[in-house]
């Protein structure tokens, strides 16, 4: 059973980088892709980027240049960054495995399982 | 980006109740339409992938369908379980999408 939770720093600062970190557990990081997710009040689910498990990553152009992902194999973890964070950037960040099949239709894919999702509030 | 739009935002049901949501897409995204489940404080589990394909281990009195720009989820017959908040997501081109949610409350 595939497993993912996210750790994180809770608080960050304005103008901060934001730093959130997935440890998978039940599958290698290596077979498959992983994404993340974050929730608001305000704009719902938006997704962030995904990660290949090549370590090329897929951003949401929303995001610009201040987001960052990487993958530690050694370690079966991922991480995203996030900088220049203001308030707006306060959500539950999710990390979730992006689940590539091919189907009759052609390749499709679908967020599963998520982790438990981390509170990232932006303040000073 | 591709708008994903569910009606309605709310809706008010009892057990045993047949409810339907609707999610339409800015554009044509095939069947490219999966549905989640999100319970307060939980993170969203997924229902429904490929517009119509049954997530392993979710009761069947979930089903969906419809292509192209308008889908539907149906609940056959409310569970008490089944008070949730529920989001579509176009898989079709990246950025992938979301819908902003439909929560189904208890009449």
């Known amino acids: 059973q595939v497993q993912l939770q996210e750790s994180g720093p809770g608080l960050v600062k304005p103008s901060e980088t934001l730093s959130v970190t997935c440890t998978v557990s039940?599958?290698?990081?290596?077979?498959?892709?992983w994404s993340w997710i974050r929730q608001t009040a305000g704009q719902g689910l938006e997704w962030i980027g995904r990660?290949?498990?090549?370590?090329?990553?897929n951003y949401n152009p929303s995001f610009k240049s201040r987001v960052t992902m990487s993958v530690d194999t050694s370690k079966n973890q991922f991480s995203l960054k996030l900088s220049s964070v203001t308030a707006a950037d306060t959500a539950v960040y999710y990390c979730?495995?992006?689940?590539?099949?091919?189907?009759?239709?052609?390749?499709?894919?679908?967020?599963?399982?998520w982790g438990q999702g981390t509170l990232v509030t932006v303040s000073s | 980006d591709i708008q994903m739009t569910q009606s309605p935002s709310s809706l008010s049901a009892s057990v045993g109740d047949r409810v339907t949501i609707t999610c339409r897409a800015s554009?044509?995204?095939?069947?490219?339409l999966n549905w989640y489940q999100q319970k307060p404080g939980k993170a969203p589990k997924v229902l429904i992938y490929?517009?119509?394909s049954l997530q392993s281990g979710v009761p069947s009195r979930f089903s969906g369908s419809g292509s192209g720009t308008e889908f539907t989820l149906t609940i056959s017959s409310l569970q008490p379980e089944d008070f949730a908040t529920y989001f579509c997501?176009?898989?079709?081109?990246?950025?992938?999408?979301f819908g902003q949610g439909t929560k189904v409350d208890m009449k």
């Open positions: 979730v495995r992006d689940l590539e099949q091919w189907l009759v239709g052609g390749k499709d894919s679908w967020f599963d399982p």
């Open positions: 039940g599958a290698s990081i290596s077979d498959y892709y």
């Open positions: 990660l290949y498990n090549s370590g090329s990553a």
């Open positions: 554009h044509s995204i095939s069947s490219y």
């Open positions: 490929a517009a119509f």
């Open positions: 997501q176009q898989s079709y081109i990246s950025p992938w999408t």
